[in-house]
């Protein structure tokens, strides 16, 4: 079966990605980068490549997946012409190509969904902002790789670098892959966001701006804290 192709062409750290067969790898970036773009370009590659093959996309909650990275892979990865079908209405659930492959969605905020995924097999987990899920969940997920219809398994995440984070760490352990993802591997940035990046100061420039892990101490809290979000409770 031939791939649907449409305008997407990986860059730099991106097309690294696109290449690699290691079983982890973790695209991280500052913001704006295509980090999340390039993550659902591989997901929905492979999933007309080979057909029967399970993905699965993931985040810490569903309305943070639902709002961010389900609007991407609709409005902007898949074509009408692959057919592809939306199982769960508003909610989706997995989405179901031609070929027998299936995308399934999912945030690990609820235990019914979670138990369900962590009982599932795939070819090719997503987890996108994974510095928000903490590592025991991360290598917990790389026990779900073993449906076998790709020649390799893998476990790809992507984030903003959040200082100390298990990410960094992990990378530089050698257990992961880190690719570094830069502006210049997005050719759809505009000088205007560019500019808005330019201004921030800190550890949200360092993170967002620059891509650079810092030093202090790195949670799910602390990436709130550099994106400006109130913590919770």
């Not at 209405?89 to 070929?99: L, S, W």
């Not at 969605?105 to 997503?126: E, F, K, T």
């Not at 997005?186 to 921030?200: A, F, G, H, S, V």
């Not at 550890?203 to 967002?208: D, I, K, T, Y």
Request: aromatic share 6%; proline share 5%; charged share 20%.
């Amino acid at each position: 079966m031939n791939p649907t192709y449409h305008r997407y062409e990986p860059r730099g750290a991106a097309l690294e990605m696109f290449h690699s067969q290691e079983t982890e790898i973790i695209l991280y970036g500052g913001a704006g980068t295509g980090k999340t773009r390039a993550h659902l370009e591989k997901l929905n590659l492979c999933a007309e490549m080979y057909p029967r093959m399970r993905g699965l996309m993931l985040r810490s909650t569903r309305s943070a997946l639902t709002e961010t990275a389900l609007v991407t892979y609709e409005n902007e990865v898949l074509v009408p012409s692959q057919n592809v079908s939306m199982n769960g209405g508003q909610r989706r659930t997995k989405y179901e190509y031609p070929n027998g492959s299936v995308v399934v969605v999912g945030g690990l905020d609820d235990a019914d969904n979670a138990s369900s995924i962590m009982s599932g097999q795939y070819d090719q987990i997503h987890v996108i902002e994974c510095t928000e899920i903490g590592e025991k969940a991360w290598t917990a997920l790389t026990t779900r790789l073993r449906n076998n219809r790709m020649p390799y398994q893998q476990l790809i995440g992507c984030c903003n670098p959040t200082p100390n984070s298990w990410v960094f760490k992990r990378g530089k352990r050698g257990d992961c892959q880190l690719l570094h993802s830069r502006h210049s591997d997005n050719p759809t940035i505009t000088p205007q966001y560019l500019e808005i990046l330019r201004k921030l100061r800190g550890e949200q420039g360092r993170s967002l701006r620059d891509g650079q892990w810092g030093s202090a101490g790195g949670s799910v809290q602390r990436t709130k804290s550099l994106l400006g979000l109130p913590p919770r409770g």
